[in-house]
């Protein structure tokens, strides 16, 4: 919370994505102050970053389930196969990919 908020910067080839906003809600109503905020913590994150609303070519919001912990599990099903339950990042899976992807490689 505060200063700690979540804060993600993505850059691609020709755009940066940025977020980071998690209030447990269930709307998809886009607040501008909201994305005022995290752009103001992206570029506290990295001072060379300077972008304001009018710089955004697209907002999107979305709601997501809450877990206290990710939850990667190796089951088996009742034929012998894997079935790898890899879920619960709270929007965050995108930076959470790579470690994910080693705990699932690891059960095969």
């Known amino acids: 919370e505060g200063p ?3 804060c993600c910067i993505v850059p691609h080839a ?3 994505t940025i977020g980071g906003f998690f209030d447990g809600g269930e709307t998809l109503e886009i607040d501008d102050s909201q994305t005022q905020a995290i752009l103001d913590r992206a570029m506290r994150v990295e001072p060379g970053l300077k972008i304001g609303l009018e710089d955004i070519i697209e907002v999107r919001r979305a709601t997501r389930p809450e877990r206290a912990t990710p939850w990667i599990e190796n089951t088996t099903t009742a034929d012998g196969r894997h ?12 930076l959470c990919s790579w470690g994910a992807a080693d705990t699932v490689a690891s059960y095969l």
């Open 14 to 16: 020709d755009y940066i």
């Open 83 to 94: 079935l790898i339950h890899c879920t619960g990042f709270n929007g965050m899976g995108y």
């Open 4 to 6: 700690n908020d979540r």
